[in-house]
C-alpha cells in the first residue's frame, strides 16, 4: 500500500488567516507536491471544534468556508481526499473503545487539558475537551495512517495516538499502525502588526477574504522603526520585511534586501509593497471561493464519505471482534 498521511484541520472560525494560509495550506500543498507516492487524508475536525463551539449554524458554516477557501487556495482534489468524520461512524465508535482503555493520569499530563485548567476550573471543563486527545487518535488510528503532519503543539497528541495503539496492540494483538508524527516547520513567527502571531485572539489578523481598505488599513499599523528615508536599513530588523519574505521568490527577496540595505527606501514604500503582494495573493484566492458554492462541497464530502467509510468500517470490524462487542465470530 502506498504511504497514507492524514491530517485534520479544527472549524472553529469562519474564515481562515493569512497566517493558517503561510503556515498550513501551503504546506500541505507542497507536501503532496512532494510526496508524489502518498495518499493525502484532509478532514474537518468538526467533533473536535465542538469542544468549543456550541452553534450548530455556526460549526456547519464555518465546515464549509473553511473548506471552500482551501479548495480556493489551490488544494488539488485529484490528492486530497477531503471529509467530514461525522459521516464516518467509525470515528465516534473507535472514541468509546479507546475511551475505555485509557487511564485518567495519560489525559491529565496533556499540555491542552494543563492549558483548559487554566481557563476553566476543572468541574467546569466539558468532558470532551479533557478528552480530545482520544478523539483524535481515533481519527488517526482507524486510518492506519503512516505519517501526521501537525504543529508542535499537537505533537503530544499525536505521541498519545502512538502509545494507545501499543497498548491496545498489546492487549488484543496486532491490530493498529503505529503513526509516525511530522512536525510542520515553523514558517518563522510571523509577527503581525502589534509584534505578535497573527490570531483572532489578538485581533492582528488579516483575514483571506478582507477587502482592501480593511488590508491596507492592518498593513499601515505595522511598527517599524524610525529612520529616515536616505538611512541605510536592515531588513532582519524591519516588521514589513519579514511580512514581504513569505511571498517573495529569492530573486525578489535579494532585490529587496539590496532596496533596504542601499538607503532611500521609506517604510510606506516597504509597506505599499506589501499591500500589492498580498493583494496579488488574496484576489485570485477571493475570486475562486467567490464561484464555489455550498452543494459543491457537501456532494465532495457525500462522495468522500463513502471511500473513507469502507476503510473504517473494515477497521472497526476487527476492532469490535477483538474487544467483543460483536457476538457473531
Ligand atoms: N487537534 C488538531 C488541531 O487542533 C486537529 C485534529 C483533529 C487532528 N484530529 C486530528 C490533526 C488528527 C491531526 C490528526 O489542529
Not at 111 to 132: I, N, P, Q, R
Not at 243 to 265: H, I, N, S
Request: with cysteine.
Amino acid at each position: 500500500m502506498e504511504k497514507r498521511i492524514l491530517t485534520g484541520l479544527k472549524p472553529t472560525d469562519n474564515q481562515l488567516h493569512l497566517w493558517n494560509y503561510f503556515g498550513a495550506i501551503k504546506p500541505m500543498i507542497e507536501l503532496a507536491k512532494e510526496s508524489q507516492d502518498a495518499e493525502i487524508f484532509l478532514f474537518l475536525a468538526n467533533m473536535h471544534a465542538f469542544t468549543q463551539l456550541h452553534n450548530g449554524v455556526a460549526l456547519r458554516q464555518n465546515s464549509i468556508n473553511v473548506l471552500k477557501l482551501y479548495m480556493a487556495c489551490g488544494v488539488d482534489l485529484s490528492r486530497f481526499v477531503i471529509y467530514n468524520p461525522a459521516d464516518v461512524p467509525g470515528h465516534a465508535q473507535l472514541n468509546r473503545v479507546l475511551t475505555c482503555i485509557t487511564h485518567m493520569g495519560f489525559m491529565e499530563r496533556m499540555h491542552s487539558y494543563k492549558e483548559a485548567l487554566d481557563k476553566w476550573k476543572a468541574k467546569e471543563m466539558g468532558v470532551g475537551t479533557f478528552c480530545y486527545p482520544i478523539l483524535m487518535a481515533a481519527d488517526i488510528l482507524l486510518y492506519d495512517a503512516d505519517v501526521v503532519p501537525v504543529w508542535k503543539d499537537q505533537k503530544q497528541h499525536v505521541e498519545y495516538a502512538r502509545d494507545i495503539a501499543l497498548r491496545f496492540n498489546s492487549m488484543f494483538g496486532e491490530t493498529f499502525k503505529v503513526p509516525d508524527v511530522h512536525i510542520k516547520s515553523d514558517v518563522g513567527t510571523i509577527i503581525w502588526v502589534d509584534g505578535r502571531k497573527m490570531s483572532k485572539s489578538y485581533n492582528n489578523y488579516i483575514w483571506l477574504l478582507d477587502d482592501g481598505k480593511t488590508i491596507l488599513k492592518r498593513v499601515k499599523q505595522i511598527p517599524t522603526n524610525a529612520q529616515t528615508v536616505e538611512e541605510k536599513k536592515d531588513p532582519d530588523q524591519c516588521n514589513v520585511y519579514h511580512l514581504c519574505k513569505l511571498f517573495l521568490t529569492p530573486v525578489e527577496d535579494d532585490a529587496l534586501r539590496k532596496r533596504y540595505q542601499a538607503g532611500w527606501l521609506s517604510y510606506k514604500d516597504a509597506k505599499d509593497y506589501l499591500y500589492e503582494k498580498i493583494m496579488a495573493l488574496l484576489i485570485p484566492i477571493q475570486g475562486k471561493y467567490a464561484k464555489i458554492a455550498d452543494k459543491e462541497i457537501i456532494a465532495l464530502l457525500e462522495k468522500n464519505a463513502k471511500i473513507v467509510n469502507e476503510i473504517a468500517a473494515k477497521k472497526i470490524q476487527e476492532v469490535y471482534k477483538k474487544v467483543g462487542f460483536t457476538l457473531k465470530v
